[in-house]
């Protein structure tokens, strides 16, 4: 997570650093203020949080604390990690926990994964699939998005990675036989965790809730509490539009968690902290890069360490 962080944390904690030296340490306590507000801005905290957040350190700060960067620094920390941890409460997932700890459910662990195309969808799907497989846990995978051949291909190689079974029907099939299938698969061949890759085409809100709606309908037939996780993926290089994308999805399906992708090569990772201020949803998982290994599962105070490292 540090390297994923390295351009917001030069961003944001290299800007604050840069203007304390120049001002001698002798900063007025408006300059600090307005400096951090620019610096989170340009780092995608949003007009919003990052106003939120000034405010924050303005009402905890002692005048004579602004000539010291490291109470000032220290503020700004804890209250990122407040933002961050004051989610709304969600049931962690099979991938965070051992199986013995979810006996009571009825398994398979169903996941549906929705977010726009190229966000990183397919990527985070075989990602997770090979996380489990690292458990030991048995996957299947469902190619739900069945307008996009070459994103079923894609999804092919991901699941052959984690000796995964992968349900695909031919292009064009409706998504919810696709999410039937492979649900039955699951049931069938005694799988643990059970990961549904949809399609992500956002131009028609009604098409999309409908598709939604329809491969909800017909997973919780058989399993009444499932989906047991949505997880909505953002791409972090898109900054303020993935909150936008999100208030969208979440007016069409009930969003579980956030999964984070390409936090790597970005200085937009402030977004993490707009989306968990606006959204209140837990983000679950941030992808660092394009291979297998690198998803990693959301912890604030990792995240808050990477980026005043
Ligand atoms: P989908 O259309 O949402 O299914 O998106 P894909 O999974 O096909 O990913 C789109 C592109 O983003 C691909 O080139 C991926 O390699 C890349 N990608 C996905 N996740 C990450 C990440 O965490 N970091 C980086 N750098 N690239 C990623």
């Known amino acids: 997570l540090k390297g994923g962080l390295r351009k917001t944390h030069s961003q944001i904690i290299t800007g604050l650093d840069e203007f304390f030296i120049s001002k001698k340490d002798k900063a007025s306590r408006a300059e600090a203020l307005e400096t951090l507000f620019e610096l989170l801005v340009q780092a995608d905290v949003g007009v919003r949080t990052s106003e939120?957040?000034?405010?924050?350190?303005?009402?905890?700060m002692n005048a004579e604390d602004y000539s010291d960067p490291k109470i000032f620094?220290?503020?700004l920390?804890?209250?990122i990690f407040t933002i961050l941890t004051a989610t709304?409460?969600?049931p962690k997932g099979i991938l965070e926990n051992p199986l013995q700890s979810l006996s009571d459910k009825k398994l398979p662990h169903i996941v549906l994964m929705v977010g726009v195309n190229g966000v990183g969808k397919t990527t985070t799907t075989g990602k997770l699939a090979y996380k489990a497989h690292l458990r030991g846990q048995k996957v299947v995978i469902g190619a739900a998005d069945t307008f996009r051949a070459a994103a079923v291909e894609q999804l092919a190689v991901w699941a052959q990675r984690s000796n995964a079974e992968m349900i695909r029907l031919k292009e064009g099939s409706d998504p919810a036989s696709v999410a039937f299938e492979t649900v039955k698969k699951a049931s069938e061949n005694g799988s643990s965790v059970c990961l549904i890759d949809t399609a992500g085409r956002l131009q028609n809100r009604q098409d999309l809730m409908q598709e939604l709606a329809k491969i909800g309908r017909v997973i919780s037939k058989e399993n009444p509490d499932a989906p047991h996780e949505v997880l909505l993926v953002l791409d972090a290089t898109t900054g303020q539009n993935a909150l936008q994308q999100a208030k969208v999805f979440?007016?069409?399906?009930?969003?579980?968690?956030?999964?984070?992708?390409?936090?790597?090569?970005?200085?937009k990772g402030g977004i993490a902290?707009?989306?968990a201020s606006e959204l209140g949803l837990p983000i679950r998982y941030v992808g660092v890069g394009e291979?297998?290994?690198d998803l990693e599962v959301f912890e604030a105070h990792e995240f808050v360490n990477a980026l005043f490292a």
């Open 52 to 60: 939120y957040l000034v405010d924050k350190v303005k009402a905890r």
């Open 273 to 275: 902290i707009a989306i």
């Open 88 to 90: 709304k409460e969600n």
């Open 77 to 79: 920390r804890e209250e």
């Open 73 to 75: 620094k220290n503020i």
């Open 291 to 293: 291979s297998v290994e």
């Open 250 to 267: 979440l007016e069409v399906v009930n969003i579980t968690g956030l999964v984070l992708t390409k936090l790597d090569g970005t200085a």
